[in-house]
């Protein structure tokens, strides 16, 4: 047996095995009841999503923790209550917030990857996603979700196999260029089909889950998912030029790179409008205190 062969496995086996050993990440239902709630004909209300809300603690905390950073501080008067919070922030920012709260209630201490960096990263790409989303006609929380999801294979199979995630990153020098290779070599799958799997599992929208499942091959995603797979791939390039790389594997930052050229032109984005979209999404993970 070869040194990788111990360690090839399918998308579906991976969620599987975690599923066997009661390691596969929960993911919060209360983002799917909010949404049952904002897709009734009459739309949320702020009475109902302020209930929702009081039945999850840590969602309460964080929505009333959101409402007093610094992109809705009002005269430094504190938010105490959770239905003026909620009121604040509005039905949308409220949706983002429990997104990026959700989100970051997936991971536990124990692996070894550089939990904080991969989170920024994340976090920003969600945001950068969010603000490039009018360009591909896609609706903002879903291109939120790309963003902020688009790498959460590599946790999973970080969580999977130690060994074998030990050796992608030997393997690829911890360069982003090298790392899918590697991770192909080593696992026979890519972070882009376990995530995509996993957030399936989680019953995301399909166009979230092709976005993540083609931000590496956009050009080979089905074209009616095209568009979610470029968004999800320029999020990630924007996130990169900061220099805020996925705790695995960096590359050059602070340029506009040969293929993230091409997919620009493709999408018809010019270069300033990619690098404004980068400066806000920025700004606004800084500024609801999510990075
Ligand atoms: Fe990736
Ligand atoms: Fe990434």
Do not use: C
């Amino acid at each position: 047996m070869t040194a990788t062969r111990q360690f090839k496995v399918t998308s579906a086996e991976v969620i599987d095995a975690l599923v066997d050993l009661k390691r596969l990440p929960s993911f919060s239902n209360t983002l799917a009841e909010f949404d049952r709630l904002a897709n009734q004909s009459n739309g949320a209300h702020v009475e109902e999503v302020t209930r929702l809300l009081q039945s999850d603690p840590r969602m309460m905390a964080g929505v009333i923790r959101t409402a007093n950073t610094a992109r809705y501080a009002r005269g430094g008067r504190k938010v105490t209550q959770l239905s003026e919070a909620v009121g604040l922030l509005g039905v949308k920012d409220v949706r983002a917030t429990i997104m990026a709260l959700s989100f970051l209630d997936v991971f536990s201490e124990g692996v070894e990857m550089e939990t904080n960096v991969f989170l920024k990263h994340s976090m920003v790409s969600g945001f950068i996603a969010k603000h490039l989303a009018s360009y591909f006609a896609i609706p903002e929380y879903e291109a939120f979700l790309m963003g902020l999801f688009h790498e959460i294979g590599i946790y999973i199979l970080a969580t999977y196999s130690k060994e074998g995630f030990a050796l992608v990153k030997e393997k690829s020098n911890q360069r982003l260029k090298y790392y899918v290779t590697a991770e192909r070599d080593v696992f026979g799958v890519t972070h882009s089909s376990v995530g995509a799997r996993i957030i399936s599992h989680w019953h995301m929208p399909e166009r979230v889950i092709r976005g993540v499942l083609g931000h590496h091959s956009p050009a080979r995603i089905e074209v009616a998912y095209q568009p979610a797979a470029y968004l999800t791939y320029l999020a990630e390039s924007g996130a990169v030029y900061l220099g805020l790389f996925n705790g695995v594997a960096e590359a050059a930052s602070d340029e506009i790179n040969a293929s993230t050229q091409r997919a620009l032109q493709k999408q018809g984005i010019d270069e300033s409008t990619f690098l404004q979209a980068i400066a806000k999404g920025y700004e606004e993970a800084e500024s609801v205190g999510l990075i």
